[in-house]
């Protein structure tokens, strides 16, 4: 059996955002979070626009299927099946997404690829 | 003479009460798994409440769903069995090539009911369509009994069978199809789920508007959030306990064991490999091992290769995951007798009319089902009559 991969992606956003607020609890200055490994998704490009800096990955539990909205950093990296660029993620594509998590707002540091995106030649 | 009358009637009840545990009767449709430890049989029995549970808006059900219970649409002739609801599916194949299942528009399951209190809200009796769809497919109720053991297979098993580019050239290719994150796809008309624990979590939320830890989020209407007010309940609507229990209802439950063969029923089970069915149909599957020993190493004559095949133009509508819209996972036949519809969209009432339909890579064999003479059509028709 694969467990469902909610459960631990929850428990370690749970962390990251208990570590968030503890790092700036006590009147200390707020600054930006260090990117961590804060959450791994595994999902396929459904849509991407590099301008943008955007990436919708479809994920999901059985056919209860969700669309996770991707914000891609500034410096995000990107590697895997010769990918070095946002301009690779085509849909199709099958990534790992190494992100952090501000609210509902989920922003990718490190994108691997696993799959390329099928050719559409046929 | 006394004395080897009791030894007699002795040895008989020893052998009864032996016989008796040595060879327990073959399971009835609906029955657990042959072997199930105590814990599991038990976890059997309460998963069985949890499917035939009836939910209400109070307990969770909806806003958005297609039936109230598990046990409303896998119903016949037994609990877990296939069901005469039918429901939409949607998915949009767009310019780019790229499938999508227009999960963020609400696919690609389309609720055709809804509570009283979003129908109050929205003035919406179902979930509409959304208007990027390209292709509508009806789904019928499949079985779920055996479904445990297909979860047993090892992808390798699986993967052994698949021929994408038929370089056997017998004009059955059979291809993989993979889950959003690359895993091996099975369960489903499309092969799209890799687990059974998947399968059946998304089947509370889609199916019921159940949400499960696994499932923590509703379905939207048609990709808006739910209006305020129209789901009371906390999220997750379903224990990790009840969600565990009914995964191994459907985990523990036997498949239907075929009925013996007479002479025409084995002649019928020649007929169906010589003419091709057995290509895509693979009589039998086996598991790997598992942590539960009533399904580690065993045999599963489920008559499916769990991977896709093109079925034809005729029978193409929406594709998902890789599948194409004419590509579907062979259906297993285990269980065929007790089934009323055939094919994933219900279309034919008969297994001759299932036949008909068959297109695609399966047009060979369909052929060649045509041209059979009366005996060998009947003998064929006995043998699929006792799976």
Do not use: W
């Not at chain 2, 690609?108 to 209190?117: D, E, L, M, R, S």
């Amino acid at each position: 059996m694969n467990p469902s991969p909610r459960t631990p992606f929850r428990a370690l956003a749970t962390a990251f955002a208990c570590a968030l607020c503890a790092a700036t609890a006590g009147g200390q200055p707020a600054s930006p979070p260090a990117p961590g490994p804060s959450q791994v998704v595994t999902g396929t490009v459904c849509r991407s626009d590099a301008e943008a800096g955007t990436l919708d990955l479809l994920t999901g539990t059985g056919h209860a299927l969700r669309i996770i909205h991707v914000r891609l950093a500034a410096d995000v990296k990107v590697k895997g099946r010769g990918a070095t660029a946002v301009t690779a993620l085509a849909p199709g594509a099958v990534c790992r997404v190494e992100c952090s998590h501000a609210g509902a707002a989920v922003t990718a540091y490190l994108v691997e690829v696993l799959e390329a995106a099928p050719s559409r030649s046929q | 003479m006394k004395a080897a009358a009791r030894a007699l009637i002795a040895l008989s009840v020893l052998n009864a009460i032996v016989g008796a545990s040595s060879c327990p009767p073959p399971p009835k449709p609906g029955d657990p798994l042959r072997g199930l430890a105590a814990g599991e049989l038990d976890r059997f029995r309460k998963g069985q409440e949890v499917f035939e549970r009836t939910f209400t808006a109070e307990t969770g059900l909806g806003p958005l769903f297609n039936a109230d219970a598990c046990g409303e649409c896998h119903e016949d002739p037994v609990l877990g069995a296939a069901g005469d609801e039918v429901e939409l599916h949607v998915a949009a194949l767009r310019p780019d090539g790229f499938c999508d299942p227009l999960a963020d528009s609400g696919g690609p399951v389309i609720q055709q009911k809804v509570t009283p209190a979003l129908e109050q809200a929205l003035g919406i009796d179902r979930e509409p369509v959304p208007a990027t769809a390209t292709g509508r497919a009806s789904r019928s109720t499949p079985s779920v009994l055996g479904f445990g053991l297909l979860d047993a297979v090892p992808d390798r098993e699986i993967l052994s069978r698949a021929d994408p580019r038929d370089r056997d050239h017998d004009g059955i290719s059979g291809r993989p199809n993979r889950f959003f994150d690359g895993r091996l796809g099975r369960f489903g008309r499309k092969a799209l789920v890799p687990t059974l624990r998947e399968f059946n979590a998304g089947a509370f939320t889609i199916e019921m508007g159940i949400t499960t830890p696994a499932t923590p989020a509703e379905e939207t209407v048609a990709g808006r959030p739910l209006p305020a007010g129209v789901d009371p309940t906390p999220e997750p609507e379903l224990s990790e306990e009840d969600l565990g229990l009914a995964d191994d209802f459907v985990r523990f439950s036997a498949p239907p064991l075929p009925l013996p063969l007479d002479h025409e029923g084995e002649r019928g089970k020649l007929v169906f490999g010589s003419i091709g069915c057995a290509s895509c149909h693979t009589p039998s599957l086996s598991t790997g091992q598992n942590k539960v020993r009533a399904l580690s190493y065993k045999r599963v004559d489920a008559y499916t290769d769990l991977l896709l095949h093109d079925m034809g133009p005729e029978r193409a509508d929406i594709c998902l995951g890789l599948a194409q819209p004419s590509e579907f996972r062979t259906e297993p036949l285990m269980g065929l007798r007790l089934k009323k519809t055939f094919m994933h969209d219900a279309a034919a009432t008969t297994v001759e009319e299932a036949i008909e339909l068959h297109g695609g890579e399966a047009t060979a064999a369909r052929n060649k089902f045509r041209r059979l003479g009366p005996r060998e059509r009947s003998a064929l028709l006995e043998f699929l009559s006792a799976l």
